[in-house]
């Protein structure tokens, strides 16, 4: 039996892939990133700052985290909360002892709830990434434009009015975008996104758009609550990682390790020393750099 020629014929097949939204690239034919100073590996710290309504909208899907059980699920809305609360001062103590910065992908409820906690991330020379309005404001392609477009301007204007200055990072929930999402964000003034995952180093849309990888495999969210490891083990794979990527760096020139942190769970008493440990430990050597998202991209822009 013959195939039908039809079956072969696909208008988008090309070298790369089957979208126009940035082109094919691969690790060993670019040219070499120089962090400068020395550096091999920029660390980026990214802190999920997240509001959860104690009532999941579930549209278009229920956000990774959310409440479980019959509502008000106040078993895990408490345990969400006490990121906010407790665990997310833990991480900003961690840090100032590391003496290094981080990115807080935000909700914008949170500035309009919290400010003082806000503010007190400002006052610690960190960096406010949007990261939707809360934990209901999923991005999917069922979801009108306009409805997307009205939710990314809410949330940059509200983490604008609470900081003083508008969000030049974006992170979807669950890093799910639409096929809008691209241009609404550049249309909105967003600089950079954290939502795709196929890289470890910054790489640019077609639209201008650059997408900074936010890796979900060494986050503590997969490694401590997915995959049951302890908190040591969290420490011991991105140690692990780190080593790795320096070694590529003589290779392939400057890498990147993003390091995705969520304050309910990383910040618990019993997690939270292995933590600043593992900051130290990265801290002390000679070839880290620990950056912020926004500092990371504009390095990357700035290179030959």
């Given at each position: 039996?013959?195939l039908?020629?039809?079956?072969?014929?696909?208008?988008?097949?090309?070298?790369?892939y089957?979208?126009?939204?940035?082109?094919?690239?691969?690790?060993?034919?670019?040219?070499?990133?120089?962090?400068?100073?020395?550096?091999?590996?920029?660390?980026?710290?990214?802190?999920?700052?997240?509001?959860?309504?104690?009532?999941?909208?579930?549209?278009p899907?229920?956000?990774?985290?959310?409440?479980?059980?019959?509502y008000?699920?106040y078993r895990?809305?408490?345990?969400?909360?006490?990121?906010?609360?407790?665990?997310v001062?833990?991480?900003?103590?961690?840090?100032?002892?590391?003496?290094v910065?981080?990115?807080?992908?935000?909700?914008?409820?949170?500035?309009?709830?919290?400010?003082?906690?806000?503010?007190?991330?400002i006052?610690?020379?960190?960096?406010?990434?949007?990261?939707?309005?809360?934990m209901?404001?999923?991005?999917?392609?069922g979801?009108?434009?306009?409805?997307?477009?009205?939710?990314?301007?809410?949330?940059?204007?509200?983490?604008e009015?609470?900081?003083?200055?508008?969000?030049?990072?974006?992170?979807?929930?669950?890093?799910?975008?639409?096929w809008h999402?691209?241009?609404?964000?550049?249309e909105?003034?967003?600089?950079?996104?954290?939502?795709?995952?196929?890289d470890e180093?910054?790489?640019?849309?077609?639209?201008?758009?650059?997408n900074?990888?936010?890796?979900?495999?060494?986050?503590?969210?997969?490694?401590?609550?997915?995959?049951?490891?302890?908190?040591?083990?969290?420490a011991?794979?991105?140690?692990d990682?780190?080593?790795?990527?320096?070694?590529?760096?003589?290779?392939?020139?400057?890498r990147m390790?993003?390091m995705?942190?969520?304050?309910?769970?990383?910040?618990?008493?019993?997690?939270?020393?292995?933590?600043?440990?593992?900051l130290?430990?990265?801290?002390?050597?000679?070839?880290?750099?620990f950056?912020?998202?926004?500092?990371?991209v504009d390095a990357?822009?700035k290179?030959?």
């Open positions: 039996m013959t039908d020629a039809s079956y072969t014929e696909y208008p988008k097949r090309r070298h790369g089957d979208h126009e939204l940035y082109t094919w690239s691969a690790m060993h034919e670019r040219k070499p990133v120089d962090w400068g100073a020395g550096r091999k590996v920029a660390i980026w710290l990214c802190v999920s700052l997240e509001w959860f309504p104690i009532t999941p909208s579930d549209t899907f229920r956000a990774p985290g959310h409440m479980q059980t019959a008000p699920d895990h809305y408490t345990a969400r909360e006490y990121g906010t609360r407790i665990g001062y833990r991480l900003l103590d961690a840090f100032t002892k590391a003496g910065t981080a990115s807080f992908a935000t909700n914008s409820a949170n500035a309009e709830r919290y400010p003082e906690l806000v503010a007190d991330i006052a610690g020379g960190h960096e406010i990434i949007a990261h939707s309005t809360d209901n404001g999923t991005i999917a392609s979801m009108a434009e306009g409805a997307e477009a009205a939710l990314i301007s809410t949330s940059l204007d509200a983490l009015k609470a900081t003083g200055a508008r969000p030049q990072g974006w992170a979807s929930i669950a890093r799910s975008q639409s999402t691209p241009d609404l964000l550049v909105a003034g967003v600089k950079y996104c954290c939502d795709w995952v196929n180093l910054p790489y640019r849309f077609n639209n201008g758009l650059i900074l990888p936010l890796n979900h495999e060494l986050s503590d969210r997969q490694i401590i609550t997915v995959q049951q490891k302890s908190a040591d083990s969290y011991e794979s991105t140690r990682a780190y080593d790795w990527l320096a070694k590529e760096a003589a290779q392939f020139g400057g390790l993003p995705h942190i969520t304050p309910y769970i990383i910040g618990l008493p019993y997690r939270i020393d292995a933590f600043e440990k593992l130290g430990d990265l801290r002390a050597r000679d070839d880290a750099w950056a912020t998202g926004g500092e990371i990357w822009e290179q030959p």
